[in-house]
């Protein structure tokens, strides 16, 4: 489509410049997308092995408690977590992969998950909060990653319509309106020439 602008010589070098912007920007914006595609394709496959372990050790960790709760009485399993000792606290900070900002998730921990007395508790309650606690690392872990993955596949989204606008539109159409310019250009310098030639013969005949 040609662009509304007028047809001059200034306008011509004015669309030229603007033409070696625009494939300069599509190169680097297709670099960009290629590296987020090598990113993305990386951390999925990081995220799939690491959602596998999760499932499976809270998997283990919920039998280990279903196990504490038909061998031990459901009193002493309520006092046993009447009075929590252990406090956890999350922080979010922010890194820049590729430009976008992804958060870096630092967990604190203070005190201990096994708290409580062992002469009415199982010892495969405190197999199972420690299971919990290990595994909780790995969940942190995996939100992180899940998190950063969404933001990348976001800022890939926006980089390919970029990358399609510059491609099928911008660049297209400035590089059908500077062949016009310059065919009108042409035209209007053969018209030129002609009248002054037709001038020419006049003023001999004359």
């Known amino acids: 489509m040609l662009l509304n602008v007028n047809a001059t010589r200034m306008e011509l070098l004015h669309l030229k410049k603007r033409l070696v912007l625009a494939k300069r920007g599509h190169k680097l914006l297709r670099d960009k997308q290629d590296e987020l595609m090598r990113f993305i394709q990386e951390l999925v496959k990081v995220i799939k092995e690491l959602r596998e372990e999760v499932e499976k050790e809270l998997s283990s960790a919920i039998k280990r408690f279903l196990f504490v709760r038909a061998s031990m009485d459901t009193m002493d399993i309520e006092e046993a977590f009447l009075m929590p000792r252990m406090k956890f606290t999350l922080e979010m900070d922010v890194k820049n992969i590729m430009n976008v900002k ?35 690392e790995k969940l942190i872990d995996l939100s992180e990653r899940e998190k950063r993955l969404e933001l990348l596949a976001q800022e890939m989204e926006k980089t390919r319509r970029r990358v399609n606008a510059l491609e099928y539109i911008l660049i297209p159409n400035l590089e059908e309106t500077s062949k016009y310019i310059y065919m009108k250009l042409s035209e209007m310098e053969r018209a030129n020439i002609t009248r002054l030639m037709r001038i020419k013969d006049v003023i001999r005949k004359g």
């Open 102 to 136: 992804v958060p870096v998730f630092k967990k604190k921990v203070e005190g201990e998950a096994v708290c409580y007395g062992f002469a009415t508790t199982s010892p495969e309650m405190d197999l199972a909060l420690l299971s919990i606690e290990k595994v909780f």
